[in-house]
């Protein structure tokens, strides 16, 4: 329904968003709807291919002149359509087939192209039981199989966190993947600006069996000089933490071997790198983390065979940083920057040791500060942010 806009003067102009690509409704032919007088308007939005899967639509009301421009599988909306409508809505669509697992005390969603392909490859994405499942013991399972003269690649997709550590705790060595398979631990946004909010850690040797490292660290684009770090995972290290450190100054990567998040005197420490170009540093909006194992330019594992690979678990840590309110005020400020909707526990120690909560915290909208008065005596106090299963 419109309101307050003369039907003569305005149409709608409606786009359709599937797997992170937009398309015109109902058709190029028609790429405007007219509006009833009474206020009232109807849009075909399904009339062909993958239409039923949509995720999303966007809808402007456009003066009657205006031709807004078309899209067929772009990335974004045209940026005119802002500036030429005089209203606009967003809705979400979750899909009814859309498949989610419960893991690491998180939600997580699973790609499914349905039959076609698409990127990353491309390849086909499916969320079919044999792709992806969490065993009893906690762990996450993604395989690549080959079914029916297909081959079968997935994704998981899990929440918007914004800045602060990611860690992927991995239970299989990947130096023995095939040279065409890809594991990809990664933020994404749909959302082409500041190329995607992509953040990369990566593993393998891209088509080329020769390649002497077999994983790398990443801040896309990937092709300009200085966003990426090759790097080797040793074939006898079956788990390993692999992890980033997202701030607004820099990007902190690092890989250990063993299941310790914690580089212990350098002995477990396989590789690192600080990316701190700052005009290439993302600034959180709508990425969100995932998982994904696929083939590179889609070709298939030369052996043949089904690929798996196995992690333990994910962690996610808020950022956390310190103010000084000034001398004499006798307080700090403590801002945290984490994921939406989120209950956060604000926990102290004076010894590193033994830790109590302190306060928790409610991260609304992304951010939330808080003030902490100086407390008297002769114990430093610490300060870590943690949250609980279930969060």
Known sequence: MVYNASPTDFRIAVY?????????????????????????????????????????????????????????????????????????????????????????????????????????????????????????????????????????????????????????????????????????????????????????????????????????????????????????????????????????PQIYFQALAGSYPLNTNGGNLIANWIYNNTNSIPTPYDERVRLNLWLFKSVPPVDGHDVEVVLEKFEFLPHLSVRSLGQGTGQFELRIAGAPQTVYHLEVSTNLINWTTNTNINVVFGESAILKTVEPGPLARFYRISFGAGN
């Open 16 to 248: 359709l968003q599937i797997l992170g690509t937009i398309w015109t409704k109902p058709s190029f032919d028609q790429p405007v709807t007219i509006i009833q007088s009474n206020g009232t308007w109807c849009t075909s939005v399904v009339t062909g291919g993958l239409d039923r899967f949509a995720s999303g639509y966007a809808v402007f009301l456009i003066p009657a002149n205006y031709q807004p421009e078309l899209r067929s599988g772009d990335a974004d909306l045209p940026p005119s359509i802002f500036s030429n409508s005089v209203a606009h809505i967003f809705v979400d669509r979750p899909s009814p087939n859309l498949r989610n697992i419960r893991w690491s005390s998180l939600d997580w969603e699973i790609k499914d192209t349905y039959g076609s392909i698409w990127g990353p490859g491309p390849n086909i994405f499916s969320s079919r039981n044999e792709n992806v499942w969490v065993g009893g013991d906690g762990k996450l399972h993604l395989v690549i199989t080959f079914r029916n003269g297909q081959w079968r690649c997935p994704e998981i997709i899990g929440p918007h966190l914004g800045y602060g550590t990611y860690r992927f705790y991995l239970s299989s060595s990947v130096d023995y993947l095939d040279s065409n398979v890809v594991l990809g631990l990664f933020t994404w946004s749909d959302n082409t600006i500041q190329v995607n909010r992509e953040i990369d850690i990566e593993a393998s040797r891209w088509g080329r069996p020769a390649d002497t490292n077999n994983s790398q660290f990443v801040r896309q684009p990937s092709g300009q000089a200085g966003n990426l770090l090759r790097w080797f995972l040793p074939p006898e290290v079956t788990n390993s933490v692999l992890s980033f450190v997202w701030e607004p």
